[in-house]
């Protein structure tokens, strides 16, 4: 047997052990051809297969049809922050945002780079993002609208999908919690996010695209920055990365078979639920964010003092329970809980939190 520790990293996380398993048989010879995917040419029949499988089975799980298209690019969720406005941006129209934390200023602070028009239809940065606005208003000539639906860093998530009004495109960045509930995906005409956080390895990103959307793209982009270009070459128009796609598939695969994103529903719902239990119920252990809007994929919590912080952690970790430091912008503690983490880790983590309260209140 080998060990395996609880691991509640923000990312890149936890695999389902089952996933890591099959690609460890796969590694030397995939189904039996004779060489691993690591090393097999992204033009080759298998990996095709490969491609078209994790694409289909990831519109499936979103309940999406042919009006849809996925792709797997390179540059994470971060390029996305540049190549959304670059492509649907126009110069007499206004990004819209909602911003709700780090990643959304970040990609706020990529159209003010380009020197574009922006619109923050609303913001929580006057709670230290502790909140999800419920109200916002939209500029004049607004090219799209773009929210975080979940927000890694402070623990906040969107309960429901935003109502916009017709005609303005609804962007999500999803990376912390995509495919972890059913939302009504086809209210968003584009979903982007790296895989690393919730459906796969580090390496790509996914991006789910509205056909209807690309009527409004901008003309004369650099080729790899221009949707259409790897939407036309499925995904391969250069070299895609290759492992992390055939990983995505699997961890794809993993979910259909649990259930899909209303069982992963139910499977967070219970993970989370435990943390929450104690937050709720402890003078000891304080939640930093609102509860109606707080996130079931990242639980940032503080205790009492920064020196027991320390202790928890190095406790924790002693007890395998790792990664549990919150993120370096705003300290504290924070335990991620996506899909692949198992009930098990959830359980003990809660048991080995009500251990430490008992020895240090
Ligand atoms: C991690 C994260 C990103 C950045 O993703 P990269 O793939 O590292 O660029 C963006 N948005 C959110 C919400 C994230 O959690």
Known sequence: MVKRVYNFSAGPAVLPESVLKEVQQELLSYQGKGLSVLEMSHRSTEFKQIMEDARSRMLKLMGLGDDYVALFLQGGASTQFYMIPLNFLP??????????????????????????????????????????????????????????????IRGTEWKTDPDVPAGVPLIADMSSNFLSKPLDFSKYDLMYGGAQKNIGPAGATFVVIKKSLLEKQREGLATMMDYQTHIQKDSAFNTPPTFAIYVIGKVLKW???????????????????????????????????????????????????????????????????????????????????????????????????????????
């Open 255 to 361: 979910i259909e078979d649990n259930g899909g994103v209303s069982g992963m529903q139910k499977r967070n719902e219970e993970k989370a639920g435990y943390i929450y239990d104690i937050l709720d119920n402890s003078d000891f252990y304080r939640g930093t964010v609102v509860k109606e809007d707080r996130s079931m994929m990242n639980i940032p919590f503080r205790l009492p003092t920064e020196e027991l912080e320390k202790k928890f952690i190095a406790e924790a970790a002693e007890h395998d329970l790792l990664t549990l430091k919150g993120h370096r912008s705003v300290g504290g503690c924070r335990a991620s809980l996506y899909n692949s983490l198992p009930m098990e880790a959830a359980r003990k983590l809660a048991e080995f939190m009500q251990e430490f309260e008992k020895k240090n209140s």
């Open 91 to 152: 110069d007499d129209k206004e990004a819209n945002f909602i911003n709700t934390g780090a990643w959304s200023t970040k990609a706020i602070k990529e159209v003010k780079k380009m020197g574009k028009k922006l619109h923050i239809a609303a913001s929580s940065e006057d709670k230290d993002f502790t909140y999800i606005p419920k109200e916002w208003q939209l500029s004049e000539n607004p090219a799209y609208l773009h929210i975080t639906t979940n927000n890694t």
